[in-house]
């Protein structure tokens, strides 16, 4: 079994920074991609940034050069570190990963439980 855990969420005020963290543990083999997607309400689940193994990443437009995907693979953890928050941020955070698990050698891809980021003044 694997597990997904997110912290760092919270209330921030516009044009602030907020940092999320994802720390996966359990039956780890090996993990791939590592995401956060993010979900608002009355909006569908939208993926926000994409880190591979190999630390390419991929953004949504609408977060462009205010937000940054990393990770450290020693910690099976993926960071988001979130500037120049906007209103339209306000969200439950998720991160996602695909991850290889040690007893059968397949792919899954998990989730974590998600954490709330609210901007507003």
């Known amino acids: 079994q694997v597990q997904l855990v997110e912290s760092g969420g919270g209330l921030v005020q516009p044009g602030g920074s907020l940092r999320l963290s994802c720390a996966a543990s359990?039956?780890?083999?090996?993990?791939?991609?590592m995401d956060w997607y993010r979900q608002a309400p009355g909006k569908e689940r939208e993926l926000v940034a994409r880190?591979?193994?190999?630390?390419?990443?991929t953004y949504v437009d609408s977060v462009k050069g205010r937000f940054t995907i990393s990770r450290e693979n020693g910690k099976n953890t993926v960071y988001l570190e979130m500037t120049s928050l906007k209103p339209e941020d306000t969200a439950v955070y998720y991160c996602?990963?695909?991850?290889?698990?040690?007893?059968?050698?397949?792919?899954?891809?998990?989730w974590g439980q998600g954490t709330q980021v609210t901007v507003s003044s």
């Open positions: 996602g990963a695909i991850v290889v698990v040690t007893t059968n050698r397949r792919e899954y891809y998990y």
């Open positions: 359990g039956s780890i083999f090996s993990i791939n991609t």
């Open positions: 880190i591979t193994s190999g630390g390419r990443t």
